[in-house]
């Protein structure tokens, strides 16, 4: 059973506080064995690598064979059906198509001291992606994450994907080939995570790794950060739905069962402004986990974790919504547009009946890794932001340095950083002589 | 000594290897003990914070001291002389200036198929600056951090300042003051980080830290990373200057010792064309240094981490700059913006003879929070960015999820998320009845 919260109840608060509190994940500490991975793998190279995947995935690699050839590749993916393939490429092109409008530009203006300032976009030079192996291995998440980094400008992209006992999935190739993916090795584990940060004689290090893994890929990126840049660290998945009683229970019961379906430790939300409809929705959810195909997983998640959140109108919903600062937002109501204007903290927000949360998944074009755990209050998804950097730029003239030279010595001096005001004053005389 | 190295010479790639590579600080280890701080401050609130700050700062608070009153504020910064606020009230208008520029536009449009796609920027709603006590207590710093975060819209500013021994820098109070800042705590060390990322009966928490600080500091950061977001951990200070002959070599080599002074861990490189120009540089800086107020610190840095780099032309001091990554680049050469399309890796920029980097320190506009020890490969300084996080719309109509849902569903289904197709399906279903 979820819990049922109605905003009205004296005890409201006090269990609202409790369901945010909640702790859905415990991780196992794995960092002392990630530390001694990352040091055999900066130690010996491609042999610690080839050692370790012969261990936890049970493949014999040489140097030779840690990469995927092309004719491996092409092979592979010539065994993708047509229909799988349609709909991968239908993905790409509208994944592609809306992480080219995320590209910021370059700014460069003279102001009225005559100083002359801006910044610049650049893409990073190499970027990993990290897949991972056996049934998390999305082909979407393929797509999601080396899109942005190929519409970025990212020169040379790498993924890394263990194929234990040698399985692995052909979309996942399909996927790397469609975004354009350089280079994908057979490994994975933290092993990989430290290749990619650190180099081997046959992967070159990359700058930036992101993409999903378990606690030992999620340990190894936290302890290779500050060599490399990473992205989030994502948590369980979450979903709420804010929905009036105009709604069909069985769908808006399928939007909560398609993130619980992902995880035990997934949670879906929903709050409505109708205690009746609320239950209908639960029923609706216990019917359809009667028969769902992973109904284990999405029965624990909704059991554990779910909860049906009664309110007495919307601004409440939205003000609930906020501290939530969900994963995913789904808007079924009469005017989803104008209640967005108030959910403020949010990864992202899927707005009115026919935009159930799965199409983001695929092929809405946003992507979907997005920020977990509350972190949508600071953080924000994917995108190709996270394969840019930006340069700032200034160059002064003798007039500006001599309209703004001065304040720059005057802060230098009093914060006793002498030498910072001399490279000022030396300047500043010369023009003077 | 600084090191010489002549790019033609046979064992360049080993040493300039082994310069890159130098470690140029070591952090102690202060995790365990930042860990109990973290852990008293939150089973205990306030009285931990008014204990610790006893302890370190030999200051006894209250809850209702904690904070600087709006009088007390109003004292402090009657003290700062005219000149002082001048300068200060300049360079708070031209950082402002500069980070309007920054602030990213909403996007929304409908494609082909009829789905309405987007997103939308919002604010953080409460940060936290971290600002030194003593002797780093530097006003830039509380101007760099905190305008971007009013600019980017968060409501609620809260900085937290140590006092120890009841000393406070006016100045920092003015800055603060001219920022906009609503709350200043005279706490520091792990301790105010805990507070604002934990809340105390007097402080309430906040979901971004930022601002620079001591290993307590950086430690206890990265502690209550996920729970809040922050900005990154920043390295001693690094300057490249690329130049050739035609310089005042005493300009470059001030330029150097403003960034050598910071720290004795601090890095100053120049790479020039003419090798004999380089060792007029360094004589200029072994001049400079018998008479600078920080020739002690400015000085260690420039023996132990300084370098001066003869290149056979400015192409390979490009290629040079880009495996360096500088967090300051200088550029004073005959035409700057040339070569700046060369130089790809890098923090900030300052472009032709007329803009030394303590320019950018103060009151060029640009942010002086920028990314160090070789993290500009993949890191960007501080900016409205940091304060604002992007939320991704969708909305479908019938007809776009006609067309784009049963590409959904096929990759639902080939990834084994059968609810997440059914949520797609019972919608078409319905439209196709």
């Given at each position: 059973?979820p819990?049922?919260?109605?905003?009205?109840?004296?005890?409201?608060?006090?269990?609202?506080?409790?369901?945010?509190?909640?702790k859905?994940?415990?991780s196992?500490?794995?960092?002392a064995?990630v530390a001694?991975?990352?040091?055999?793998?900066r130690?010996?190279?491609?042999?610690a690598?080839?050692?370790?995947?012969?261990?936890?995935?049970r493949?014999?690699?040489?140097?030779?064979?840690?990469?995927?050839?092309?004719?491996?590749?092409?092979a592979?993916?010539?065994?993708?059906?047509?229909?799988?393939r349609?709909?991968?490429?239908m993905?790409?092109e509208?994944?592609?198509?809306?992480?080219?409008?995320?590209?910021?530009?370059?700014?460069?203006w003279?102001d009225?001291?005559?100083?002359?300032?801006?910044?610049?976009?650049?893409a990073?030079?190499?970027?990993?992606?990290y897949?991972?192996?056996?049934?998390?291995?999305?082909p979407?998440?393929?797509?999601?994450?080396?899109?942005?980094?190929?519409v970025?400008g990212?020169?040379?992209?790498?993924?890394?994907?263990?194929?234990?006992?040698?399985?692995?999935?052909?979309?996942?190739?399909l996927?790397?080939?469609?975004?354009?993916?350089?280079?994908?090795?057979?490994?994975?584990?933290?092993?990989?995570?430290?290749?990619?940060a650190?180099?081997?004689?046959?992967?070159?290090?990359v700058?930036?790794?992101?993409?999903?893994?378990?606690?030992?890929?999620?340990?190894?990126?936290?302890?290779?950060?500050?060599?490399?840049?990473?992205?989030?660290?994502?948590?369980?998945s979450?979903i709420?739905?804010?929905?009036?009683?105009d709604?069909?229970?069985?769908?808006?019961?399928l939007?909560?069962?398609?993130?619980a379906?992902?995880?035990?430790?997934?949670?879906?939300?929903?709050?409505?402004?109708?205690?009746?409809?609320?239950?209908?929705?639960?029923?609706a959810?216990?019917?359809?986990?009667?028969?769902?195909?992973?109904?284990?997983i999405a029965?624990?998640?909704?059991r554990?974790?779910?909860?049906?959140?009664?309110?007495?109108?919307?601004?409440q919903?939205?003000?609930l919504?906020?501290?939530?600062?969900?994963?995913h937002?789904e808007?079924c109501?009469?005017?989803?547009?104008?209640?967005?204007?108030?959910?403020?903290h949010?990864?992202?927000?899927?707005?009115?009946h026919?935009?159930?949360?799965?199409?983001g998944?695929?092929?809405?074009?946003?992507?979907?890794v997005?920020?977990?755990?509350?972190?949508?209050?600071f953080?924000?998804?994917?995108?190709?932001?996270?394969?840019?950097k930006?340069t700032?730029?200034?160059?002064?003239?003798p007039e500006?340095?001599?309209?703004?030279?001065?304040?720059?010595?005057?802060?230098?001096?009093?914060?006793s950083?002498?030498?910072?005001?001399?490279?000022?004053?030396?300047?500043?005389?010369?023009?003077?002589?």
């Open positions: 059973m819990v049922f919260l109605d905003a009205a109840a004296p005890d409201f608060e006090t269990r609202f506080a409790a369901l945010l509190g909640a859905r994940e415990d196992p500490d794995v960092d064995a001694k991975i990352i040091a055999d793998v130690a010996r190279g491609d042999q690598v080839i050692d370790l995947t012969a261990r936890f995935d493949i014999e690699l040489t140097p030779a064979t840690m990469a995927f050839s092309p004719e491996e590749i092409a592979a993916v010539e065994a993708v059906s047509p229909e799988d349609a709909a991968l490429e993905a790409a509208r994944i592609r198509a809306y992480h080219v409008r995320q590209m910021p530009a370059d700014q460069m003279t009225p001291d005559g100083a002359t300032l801006g910044w610049r976009w650049s990073v030079s190499a970027a990993g992606l897949v991972p192996g056996g049934l998390a291995s999305y979407s998440s393929v797509l999601m994450n080396a899109i942005p980094a190929k970025a990212v020169g040379r992209l790498a993924i890394t994907v263990p194929t234990p006992d040698g399985v692995v999935n052909p979309l996942v190739l996927a790397a080939q469609l975004a354009g993916v350089d280079e994908v090795y057979r490994i994975g584990g933290a092993q990989a995570i430290a290749a990619l650190y180099g081997t004689d046959t992967i070159a290090p700058d930036k790794i992101t993409g999903p893994g378990n606690a030992y890929v999620a340990a190894a990126k936290r302890r290779v950060f500050g060599k490399v840049g990473i992205d989030m660290i994502a948590g369980p979450e709420l739905v804010i929905a009036d009683a709604n069909d229970p069985d769908w808006i019961a939007d909560l069962l398609s993130q379906e992902h995880d035990e430790s997934a949670q879906s939300i929903l709050i409505a402004d109708d205690a009746e409809f609320g239950q209908r929705v639960a029923a959810v216990d019917k359809r986990l009667e028969t769902l195909e992973r109904r284990a029965g624990a998640s909704w554990d974790f779910g909860a049906v959140i009664t309110v007495s109108d919307m601004a919903a939205a003000a919504s906020n501290r939530i600062a969900p994963e937002l808007l109501v009469a005017d989803p547009v104008a209640l967005a204007e108030h959910t403020v949010a990864g992202a927000i899927f707005l009115g026919w935009t159930p949360e799965a199409i998944d695929y092929v809405g074009g946003p992507n979907h997005l920020p977990t755990a509350r972190s949508a209050r953080s924000s998804g994917l995108s190709v932001m996270d394969f840019l930006r700032t730029m200034a160059q002064m003239t500006a340095l001599r309209a703004i030279g001065p304040a720059a010595e005057r802060l230098a001096t009093s914060e950083l002498e030498a910072h005001g001399l490279s000022v004053r030396a300047r500043l005389d010369h023009l003077n002589r």
